[in-house]
């Protein structure tokens, strides 16, 4: 009988990091049979996918309380799944809401549970740690801080290198020549990249910012904007660009908004890592709704939100490589004052650039999904 392989990917980017794993398995063992939640990278790979992320991606304790009688209902449908395939094991990525549900559930029925990328309780809820160290088998984690602070809690943890080093290695991008070329950017013009998110919630609330400060900045400067959308967002969330004609914007992939800006306005999240890797100056953006936004000031304990400053500076440390623009900070005058501070003093864009890459160090691992895939053939 083959091999049953039961995958949670709940979001984007969890979907990304399990497809790099799930790709290295089914080379050496391609009778392996994936199912479970992801999305389009999974689904390329042959996976069995009962939900898809598009459906699961919900973040922020209002949008959590709106969708919840959907959530348990794809609780209950999964445990049912799970009873009645029987899976030789649990291959759970990030998304701890619902992943720590079925952690336990599993543990309860006798199979075992790997889990990758961990919750991230070291910046909050850290009762979750006694969950993690109960129900979950092997813990794979993607930054070396991590192996310290779960040791602190008696749970071995083992630190495999972050993936989006490896994802990265793998994108082909044009060279710089042939891309100013295709979209008429003429020599001396300014490049400022706006990654709104990949989440709906994101965008109505970042984007606006984002797109009213560049309009600002193009009273000023002869200046590009390169837009990175995610491929995963309706074209509707991006209809109010159509308001702003008025200033020039380029739509690429998020990776070429990466490659050749010189500054970025980036909502917080994966992103602010990849930019990180390509060493790219940005401010850090986020806003959501005034609840969820109170409710996370009493429960999250980190003095940066960004990954790009957490992994520069270390966790507790007040010091930030980039600035972070948070709620009612995260305005279009907000956003305006400090890129023109940026831009018009080179010497900044070029040390916050080097200490970006200096960074990138210590998220190296030469393939964290070899690495991983070999562990989940183990438990097979």
Same mark, same amino acid.
């Given at each position: 009988?083959?091999?049953?392989?039961?995958?949670?990917?709940?979001?984007?980017?969890?979907?990304?990091?399990?497809?790099?794993?799930?790709?290295?398995?089914?080379?050496?063992?391609?009778?392996?049979?994936?199912?479970?939640?992801?999305?389009?990278?999974?689904?390329?790979?042959?996976?069995?996918?009962?939900?898809?992320?598009?459906?699961?991606?919900?973040?922020?304790?209002?949008?959590?309380?709106?969708?919840?009688?959907?959530?348990?209902?794809?609780?209950?449908?999964?445990?049912?799944?799970?009873?009645?395939?029987?899976?030789?094991?649990?291959?759970?990525?990030?998304?701890?809401?619902?992943?720590?549900?079925?952690?336990?559930?599993?543990?309860?029925?006798?199979?075992?549970?790997?889990?990758?990328?961990?919750?991230?309780?070291?910046?909050? +809820?850290?009762? /979750?740690?006694? &969950?993690?160290?109960?129900? @979950?088998?092997? *813990? #794979?984690?993607?930054?070396?801080?991590?192996? $310290?602070?779960?040791?602190?809690?008696?749970?071995?943890?083992?630190?495999?290198?972050?993936?989006?080093?490896?994802?990265?290695?793998?994108?082909?991008?044009?060279?710089?020549?042939?891309?100013?070329?295709?979209?008429?950017?003429?020599?001396?013009?300014?490049?400022?990249?706006?990654?709104?998110?990949?989440?709906?919630?994101?965008?109505?609330?970042?984007?606006?910012?984002?797109? +009213?400060?560049? /309009?600002?900045? &193009?009273?000023?400067?002869? @200046?590009?904007? *390169? #837009?990175?959308?995610?491929?995963?967002?309706? $074209?509707?969330?991006?209809?109010?660009?159509?308001?702003?004609?008025?200033?020039?914007?380029?739509?690429?992939?998020?990776?070429?908004?990466?490659?050749?800006?010189?500054?970025?306005?980036?909502?917080?999240?994966?992103?602010?890592?990849?930019?990180?890797?390509?060493?790219?100056?940005?401010?850090?953006?986020?806003?959501?709704?005034?609840?969820?936004?109170?409710?996370?000031?009493?429960?999250?304990?980190?003095?940066?939100?960004?990954?790009?400053?957490?992994?520069?500076?270390?966790?507790?440390?007040?010091?930030?490589?980039?600035?972070?623009?948070?709620?009612?900070?995260?305005?279009?005058?907000?956003?305006?004052?400090?890129?023109?501070?940026?831009?018009?003093?080179?010497?900044?864009?070029?040390?916050?650039?080097?200490?970006?890459?200096?960074?990138?160090?210590?998220?190296?691992?030469?393939?964290?999904?070899?690495?991983?895939?070999?562990?989940?053939?183990?438990?097979?």
């Amino acid at each position: 009988m083959p091999k049953k392989l039961f995958v949670l990917a709940g979001e984007v980017s969890g979907d990304l990091h399990a497809a790099g794993v799930v790709a290295e398995l089914l080379k050496a063992r391609p009778d392996v049979r994936v199912f479970g939640i992801g999305g389009e990278k999974l689904r390329a790979l042959g996976a069995e996918l009962f939900y898809d992320t598009r459906r699961m991606s919900i973040m922020g304790f209002l949008e959590v309380l709106k969708h919840a009688g959907f959530l348990q209902r794809v609780i209950r449908e999964m445990k049912e799944l799970v009873r009645q395939e029987k899976p030789d094991l649990a291959f759970l990525v990030d998304y701890p809401g619902m992943n720590l549900l079925m952690a336990r559930f599993f543990h309860e029925e006798g199979v075992p549970v790997i889990y990758y990328i961990s919750p991230q309780v070291w910046a909050w +809820k850290e009762g /979750r740690v006694k &969950a993690i160290g109960r129900y @979950v088998d092997r *813990l #794979l984690v993607i930054f070396d801080f991590e192996v $310290e602070f779960f040791r602190r809690h008696g749970i071995r943890a083992e630190f495999v290198g972050h993936p989006v080093i490896e994802e990265l290695s793998a994108v082909s991008l044009p060279p710089r020549e042939l891309f100013f070329r295709r979209h008429h950017i003429l020599p001396g013009q300014r490049l400022v990249g706006m990654l709104p998110g990949s989440r709906r919630q994101e965008i109505a609330l970042v984007f606006p910012e984002m797109l +009213k400060a560049a /309009r600002m900045l &193009a009273a000023d400067y002869d @200046v590009v904007f *390169l #837009l990175g959308r995610s491929p995963q967002m309706d $074209e509707k969330h991006f209809s109010l660009v159509s308001a702003f004609d008025d200033i020039r914007i380029v739509e690429c992939t998020a990776y070429e908004v990466m490659r050749f800006s010189e500054l970025e306005l980036v909502t917080s999240g994966t992103a602010t890592l990849e930019s990180l890797c390509f060493g790219v100056p940005m401010i850090v953006l986020y806003k959501t709704a005034w609840l969820n936004y109170a409710v996370g000031r009493l429960l999250v304990r980190l003095t940066s939100i960004s990954l790009a400053n957490i992994v520069t500076k270390g966790l507790g440390s007040k010091d930030q490589v980039v600035p972070e623009l948070l709620q009612h900070e995260a305005t279009a005058s907000g956003i305006y004052m400090i890129a023109r501070r940026l831009l018009d003093h080179p010497q900044l864009l070029a040390e916050m650039r080097q200490e970006l890459l200096d960074a990138r160090e210590k998220l190296a691992s030469a393939s964290p999904s070899q690495i991983i895939s070999e562990i989940l053939q183990e438990y097979l």
